[in-house]
């Protein structure tokens, strides 16, 4: 039996163009323990279009059932995950508003990731990692062109000093809305490089794929919308876990009742 409780407090806080935010969890493991998670970040807002960021933030998680005694990858003797990430931002926005973006810089320091490895012979077992520092950037813009078209690009930049699965080195994430009322459009366009699906017995499997979607929304009522959807168009052939191959193109239609008093 494990039992855990945790406590929390956040206080926030403005004082003229500062922005305060403080916070901290306590947690109390029957397994592995007390431990004290705080955090704490500072804004300055030097116009009402431009403003600078920076905060320390521990991160620390039990290994949860799933992980301890389910499934054939469990194991029962995992230490708890810890971490420190530490950033710094800067935000910007012009055109009345109407274009925005925002560049963050980051530091994760930390231990005992918990993540599959294969072994010896299959199935995968979940292991801790050692001590890790992962580093990268992140841009984030949002541009609204006009009042029924707008677009949004992310971009994540990330070198890890250990092989993780699911932490591509480079991603980039473009959303376009356009909406024509009573019909919309939704563009997803996604760029995923450098994403390990596999790791273990001295290999690293890396892989590349490209997704395009698109949505098509028809609000034909208050209460009734009628929606089709295309999803990897580009028929981008990838794997997120190695085995498991994730599907083609694929269509999807259907309705959407809402209820409004």
């Known amino acids: 039996e494990i039992t855990e409780n945790d406590i929390y407090a956040l206080f926030q806080q403005s004082i003229k163009k500062f922005s305060f935010d403080l916070g901290y969890r306590f947690v109390n493991n029957s397994n592995y323990g007390s431990q004290h998670v705080p955090a704490a970040g500072i804004s300055y807002r030097f116009t009402p279009q431009t403003f ?3 905060s320390a933030t521990k991160g620390f998680r039990s290994p949860a059932i799933v992980d301890l005694f389910l499934f054939p990858t469990s194991t029962d003797t995992l230490n708890p995950e810890e971490l420190w990430n530490y ?6 926005s012009f055109l009345k508003g109407k274009l925005d973006f925002e560049i ?7 231990k005992n990731m918990i ?8 199935p995968p077992v ?7 520092t992962n580093k990268g950037i992140e841009f984030t813009t949002n541009y609204h062109l006009l009042n029924n078209l707008n677009f949004s690009l992310n971009y994540t930049y990330l070198n890890t000093s ?6 591509p080195k480079n991603e980039i994430n473009f959303h376009g809305f356009y909406n024509l009322n009573p019909v919309s459009f939704m563009l997803y366009l996604k760029y995923v490089n450098g994403l390990n699906t596999f790791t273990g017995l001295n290999e690293v499997t890396t892989i590349n794929y490209t997704l395009l979607n ?9 209460w009734l919308n009628v929606f089709l959807e295309g999803n ?5 052939q990838y794997e997120i876990d190695r085995g498991y191959p994730m599907p083609g193109i694929n269509v999807l239609a259907g309705i959407e009742l809402r209820y409004h008093k």
């Open 87 to 92: 950033e710094l931002t800067w935000g910007q």
């Open 232 to 236: 990897n168009l580009l028929d981008a």
């Open 214 to 222: 698109l949505k098509v929304n028809w609000q034909t009522t208050k």
């Open 52 to 54: 600078v960021k920076a």
């Open 126 to 132: 979940k292991q801790n990692t050692g001590a890790f």
């Open 104 to 110: 963050t810089g980051y530091i994760i320091d930390g």
């Open 162 to 167: 250990e092989a993780f699965k699911y932490a």
């Open 115 to 122: 993540q599959e490895v294969l072994i010896a012979t299959p």
